[in-house]
C-alpha cells in the first residue's frame, strides 16, 4: 500500500512562551526580571515533528488545540515546516496549551497548562490515519490522559497495522508513572527515554540497572545522556556515543526532541544504531544554538550550515 506520509505524529500541542536572562528564580511575594523572551511553537511531539520534517520527512500531525491566537500559531508554525495539520482537531471549549519555561542556561522550570490537548482520545485515532503513515511517533502521554489510558492498545492498532513505532514517554508531574511498559513496549520499535525518565520507571539507581531491566521485553532503547553522548541498547548489547559539544549554549529547550527526530529519520533509512544515535547528537546539539525547539532547524539548509560549522559535521 503506498503510505501518503512517512510519520504519522500523535501528541500535545501547545506554546512556549520562554523567559531567557533572568538572574535569580522567583520568589514569592517578589518581582525579578527576564532581559530576553520568545513565544514559540512547544510541546515535544510539534518540535519532533517540525524538526524531523525539516531533516526531509513527510509529516503528519493529529493532536487537539483550541480556537484561539495561540492554536493559529501552533498551525502556521508547524505548515511553515511542511508539516501536514489536516488532522488536528480544533476545540470549541478549549484553550490551546502553554508553557511558561524559565530557562537557566541547560537548566528550566517549566509550568503548563494542558488545555485542549488533555481531551485528545485513542478512539480519535481511526485506522485510516494509521494506515497514511508508515511510522507512528507518541510522545508525552503523561500530558494526554485520554491517550495514555489505552496508550498498549494504540501501539498495537499501529503494529498490526504494519507501522514502525516509537515513543518518548516525557516526565509524568505526579511522579506515578502508571503505565503497564511491561504490556507496551513490545509494540514499541524505539523507546527514547532520558536517564532520569528510565531510572524512575523502573525504580533503579543507575541506567545500565534500568536497561537489564527493561531490555527483557523492550526492542531499541535509545537514551539520552545529555552532554554525555546517549546509549543505544538492543538485544542485550550497549552502544555509547559522545555528544557534540556546544560551548555556547543559548538554551537546552527542545534538545532532546531533536534528538528523536534526527534517531528516527535515519531509523527510518534503515541505518545502524551507532549511525542513529550520532545522528541523534549532532540533531539535538544543533538544537542548543538557537531559542527555542526549532529555531536552528529553520531549513535543512541552515541547519546543514550549522552541523558544519559549529560541529564539523
Known sequence: ???????????????????????????????????????????????????????GAKV???????????????????????????????????????????????DRAMVTHPG??????????????????????????????????DIVGLFKRAKNAGLTTSLDIQWDPDEKWDVDFEKLLPFVDVFLPNKEEIK????????????????????????????EGSLGYLKGEKTKVPAFINHEVVDAIGAGDSFNAGFIYQYLNKVSLQKCLEYG????AVNTTSSGGTGAFISFEIFREIAKNKFNK
Do not use: W
Not at 207 to 212: G, R, S, T
Open 116 to 149: 485542549a490537548m488533555e481531551s485528545l482520545k485513542v478512539e480519535n485515532i481511526t485506522e485510516e490515519n494509521l494506515l497514511s503513515a508508515k511510522h507512528l511517533h507518541v510522545s508525552s502521554i503523561f500530558l494526554q490522559p485520554g491517550i495514555k489510558k
Open 200 to 227: 524512575a520507571i523502573t525504580g533503579k539507581n543507575t541506567v545500565d540497572e534500568a536497561l537489564e531491566a527493561l531490555g527483557r521485553y523492550a526492542n531499541i532503547i535509545a537514551v539520552k545522556l545529555g552532554n
Open 60 to 106: 503528519c500531525f493529529l493532536g487537539k488545540i483550541g480556537k484561539d491566537d495561540f492554536g493559529n500559531l501552533v498551525i502556521n508554525s508547524l505548515n511553515e515546516k511542511g508539516v501536514s495539520t489536516e488532522l488536528i482537531i480544533k476545540s470549541e471549549t478549549e484553550k490551546t496549551g502553554a508553557t511558561i519555561v524559565l530557562n537557566y542556561d541547560e
Open 1 to 55: 500500500m503506498n503510505k501518503e506520509y512517512d510519520i504519522l505524529v500523535v501528541g500535545e500541542l501547545n506554546v512556549d512562551l520562554i523567559l531567557n536572562s533572568i538572574k535569580e528564580f522567583p520568589k514569592i511575594g517578589a518581582e525579578i526580571l527576564a532581559n530576553e523572551m520568545t513565544l514559540t511553537l512547544g510541546s515535544s511531539s510539534a518540535i519532533f515533528a517540525s524538526n524531523v520534517s525539516t531533516l
Open 281 to 284: 547528537n549532532l540533531t539535538g
